[in-house]
Each structure stands twice: as structure tokens, then as C-alpha cells.
């Protein structure tokens, strides 16, 4: 476990090191687009990822964990888009776009069509994992971090962190994809 101060010296390094690579790109003439997250409580956002067990300082993309915590608890809300309501496909297209610049839209089924299999043991941070939820061919979508938890849009509580060793979504997980290269 790291201590506080030595995650906030890393968010520091972290977002120094990305506002140098923003400033060499726009120096080279690249257009680049930041995010920026100064509005959220790192200490809140450290102490709730850590009591989940996730290192957001050891992440591969830092900003998926940034958005995930920034909408925690938006409630569900069947073909929502905002933080009014989301639903799953909302959600995992919103941030694939946001994080990824890319358009997935459209159902749970139009998703998984952009994606390539991955076996679970092989999953990483940014991949999507498909549920048939209640015998319902591909019904659900959520976004994998780490340590076997994903972040999704359940119709009970909104946006929330669960772990793939629950034996509800052990019962009806399908596939994990990875999505395509365009």
C-alpha cells in the first residue's frame, strides 16, 4: 500500500508528464484533447478505489478510473445518455468515446459486434464484458478495470464498481471482447 502523499506525488508526476506530452504535440502541431479533473477529490477517489483493492497510480489509463468515480451512482435509466440516467450501453459507449475516441453506440448485441473475443484471464483495463442476463442473449455490458472488478450500469444502483466473483454475474457472464481497431 502506498500512502497518501506518495499517491498525490504521483498524481502530480502523472499530471505533469501528460501536460508535457500535450505541450510537445501542440508544439509539433497536433491537435490533442485533455481531460481535465481538477474538479474531483483525489483524496475521496484514492481512498474509494483503494478499499477496493484498485491502484489507480499503477493503471495503465488513469482517466477511465476518473471518469468511472466521476459517475458512480448516476442512476439507471433504460436508453439514457446523461448523468440524469444512463444504461449499460450508454455508459460503456460514453466513455469508450470520451476516453477512446471511439463511437461504439447502439444495444449491448451492436457493441459486441465492434469488439474481438478475449479470454477472461487475459483481460485489461478498458475491456468489455457481455452478460446474458435472465437468458436474455447479450442484455448487459460493463467496462473491466482490475482484480476481476468492472464498472457498469445496473438496473439496481445505477453506475457501480461489482466483481466478476459474484455468482450473479459468474451465472450470466458470456464473452469478454476487446474493441476492434478501427
Not at 435472465?134 to 461489482?162: E, T
Request: proline residues 2%; charged residues 20%; contains cysteine.
Amino acid at each position: 500500500m502506498i500512502t497518501k502523499s506518495e499517491f498525490a506525488r504521483n498524481m502530480n508526476r502523472l499530471f505533469l508528464i501528460g501536460f508535457l506530452i500535450m505541450m510537445t504535440d501542440v508544439a509539433i502541431g497536433q491537435r490533442v484533447d485533455t481531460i481535465d479533473y481538477s474538479y474531483l477529490k483525489f483524496n475521496d477517489l484514492y481512498s474509494f478505489y483503494e478499499s477496493k483493492g484498485i491502484s489507480v497510480v499503477n493503471a495503465d489509463n488513469p482517466d477511465i478510473y476518473f471518469e468511472v468515480f466521476d459517475w458512480l451512482n448516476t442512476p439507471y435509466r433504460w436508453g439514457g445518455h446523461t448523468k440524469n440516467g444512463i444504461d449499460c450501453s450508454g455508459f460503456v459507449s460514453f466513455l469508450y468515446n470520451k476516453l477512446y475516441n471511439k463511437k461504439l453506440g447502439g444495444a449491448v448485441g451492436d457493441i459486441y459486434k465492434k469488439c474481438e473475443d478475449v479470454i477472461p484471464t487475459a483481460l485489461q483495463e478498458g475491456d468489455l464484458l457481455f452478460f446474458n442476463i435472465n437468458g436474455r442473449f447479450m442484455y448487459h455490458v460493463g467496462v473491466y478495470l482490475q482484480n476481476g472488478l468492472f464498472a457498469h450500469a445496473a438496473v439496481h444502483g445505477g453506475v457501480i464498481i461489482s466483481s466478476m466473483d459474484e455468482k450473479y454475474y459468474q451465472r450470466w457472464f458470456y464473452k469478454a471482447g476487446r474493441v476492434k481497431d478501427e
